[in-house]
Nanobody, 125 residues
Framework: QVQLVESGGGLVQAGGSLRLSCTTS????????MGWFRQAPGKEHDFVAV????????YYADSVKGRFTISRDNGKNMVYLQMNSLKPEDTAIYYC??????????????????WGQGTQVTVSS
């Protein structure tokens, strides 16, 4: 059974940092790509970042570029999202997702096959 479990969310002041972690099963980790999305209250799931296997090529949403870094540790079956210089508008539930199918846009949640339960990130001003 494929499982994704996020952790590391919390409350932080603007300008602060958090590191989100996503634990994956081995089968999931052989996926083509691992992504992070976020959903603010009343809004859709927005793409945040993605890292492709095995090239480790990364892509970011313009709103987080230069502040967030996605990485993976193959040995530990972990994916991370380091978030620096956090802003109140970064407040959302953050989801880890795995993309195994080919095709589909890496920026669209519909292209991802498996999802975690989400972790809340709240940034106070």
């Amino acid at each position: 059974q494929v499982q994704l479990v996020e952790s590391g969310g919390g409350l932080v002041q603007a300008g602060g940092s958090l590191r989100l972690s996503c634990t994956t099963s081995r089968r999931t980790f052989s996926s083509y790509a691992m992504g992070w999305f976020r959903q603010a209250p009343g809004k859709e799931h927005d793409f945040v970042a993605v890292i492709w296997w095995p090239s480790d090529t990364t892509y970011y949403a313009d709103s987080v570029k230069g502040r967030f870094t996605i990485s993976r540790d193959n040995g530990k079956n972990m994916v991370y999202l380091q978030m620096n210089s956090l802003k109140p508008e970064d407040t959302a539930i953050y989801y880890c997702a795995a993309k195994e199918r080919t095709g589909g846009s890496q920026y669209s949640r519909n292209a991802y096959d498996y999802w975690g339960q989400g972790t809340q990130v709240t940034v106070s001003s």
